[in-house]
């Protein structure tokens, strides 16, 4: 068996609730896929959460999930002690 180690990449993420909070009343502080996958059914607002289309189906974000647009543009949810393991903050810049 081989060992691999995770290339390092730079992805967007934010929050589950600052998405539920802010949908509706302040779109425009949300990041712009974050608003095109609303616009495009990719994140369906539930009460208990958001559905997420995937490539792999329909995944829910809880309220304290991280939801993450991937190298290719794919949004997944990520759970906050995964998160946490998994990524580090990067300086802050406006994305494309």
Do not use: A, W
């Given at each position: 068996?081989?060992?691999?180690?995770?290339?390092p990449v730079v992805i967007e993420a934010i929050e589950c609730s600052?998405?539920?909070r802010n949908?509706?009343?302040?779109?425009?502080s949300l990041p712009r896929w974050i608003i095109d996958a609303y616009r495009e059914l990719t994140l369906v607002m539930l009460p208990d959460g958001i559905a997420i289309k995937t490539l792999?189906?329909?995944m829910l974000a809880s309220a304290d999930d991280w939801i993450i647009r991937g190298v290719n543009g794919e949004?997944?949810?990520?759970?906050?002690?995964?998160?946490?393991k998994t990524y580090e903050a990067?300086?802050?810049?406006?994305w494309d």
């Open positions: 068996m081989s060992k691999f180690r995770k290339r600052e998405v539920r949908i509706h009343n302040e779109p425009t792999e189906g329909d949004l997944y949810p990520c759970k906050p002690d995964i998160f946490e990067v300086e802050s810049r406006e």
